[in-house]
């Protein structure tokens, strides 16, 4: 192996111990998140309100876009990750009020 070989292997060493890093605190957010949505999802059901609010729904992919971009990430992606977690949270919401 050349010195440039092994330099190269020892830096993608580096970029997968953090890629696992922050997968990890993806998936501890997402938890977290996910303990508050429920939270949410059993006062709405105790009150009966919908499980569902469009307008703060909107409101919030429109935040996540900015941000997105903000941080140089692809505002698409970023909208599709949060499309995805909110229809998991309103199936949630729905299963709480049954």
Do not use: C, W
């Not at 890629?19 to 009150?47: N, P, S």
């Not at 909107?58 to 997105?68: D, G, K, S, T």
């Not at 698409?76 to 299963?95: D, M, N, P, S, Y």
């Amino acid at each position: 192996m050349t010195d440039a070989t092994a330099r190269a292997a020892e830096i993608l060493k580096e970029h997968r111990q953090s890629i696992d890093r922050l997968d990890a605190i993806l998936v501890y957010t997402l938890a977290e998140r996910f303990k508050h949505t429920q939270a949410v999802g059993k006062l709405k059901a105790a009150h009966d309100l919908p499980p569902s609010d469009p307008a703060r729904e909107a409101r919030q992919i429109e935040r996540l876009e900015r941000l997105a971009e903000e941080a140089n990430l692809d505002p698409e992606f970023a909208k599709k990750f949060l499309t995805f977690i909110i229809g998991e949270v309103i199936r949630h919401h729905e299963k709480l009020q049954k």
